[in-house]
């Protein structure tokens, strides 16, 4: 196996609200370069809110990437680098959700695109759900409803639930809760 990988230089080639863009020149072992794309992520956080009848509250909104509504567990990007996941995943529980917690838990941190990405999502579970207000975005417009962890496998196996952060939150939240909540 090669080991001798070295950036020789980086190019910013876009810069938007959450990703920039750049080409990377890498020296392969001392003697070929090749460019590699890579896609810097501010990061983000995502939350599972438990009602406190086991429900999970989720969130149905467009997706323009893929042209078509999804579902998804309540999730937005960090405010900035620096922004602790859980601060970032208490504000948008509340602004997604209309709902806020004084208890969450760090239930995984998922690396989404490793090939050519950063990003980074942290995922917390949130319990003891308190009524607030949704404060949306005013590009977002989202339908909340509650489903049954059992529902929720099987919309991710029958192909409905497509996003990777919301299938590995699910099945994360079902291994280490589904079996002794």
Not at 71 to 82: F, I, M, R
Not at 161 to 175: R, V
């Amino acid at each position: 196996m090669s080991g001798q990988i070295k950036r020789l230089k980086r190019e910013l080639k876009f810069e938007g609200k959450i990703i920039s863009f750049y080409q990377d020149t890498m020296e392969i072992d001392g003697d070929r370069t090749v460019i590699w794309d890579f896609i810097k992520h501010k990061g983000a956080a995502a939350v599972v809110p438990v009602t406190d009848d086991g429900r999970i509250l989720m969130v149905k909104q467009y997706r323009n990437a893929l042209d078509r509504y999804t579902l998804e567990v309540p999730a937005g990007a960090l405010d900035t680098e620096a922004e602790p996941g859980i601060v970032c995943a208490r504000r948008e529980l509340e602004e997604e959700t209309g709902y806020r917690s004084d208890d969450l838990e760090w239930l995984i941190t998922l690396r989404t695109t490793v090939a050519f990405c950063n990003e980074r999502i942290e995922v917390f579970v949130a319990r003891d759900l308190i009524p607030s207000k949704q404060h949306l975005d005013e590009d977002e417009f989202i339908d909340l409803k509650a489903y049954t962890i059992e529902e929720l496998k099987k919309k991710i196996f029958s192909g409905e639930i497509e996003d990777g952060k919301t299938i590995s939150a699910l099945l994360a939240y079902d291994t280490k809760y589904g079996k002794g909540e």
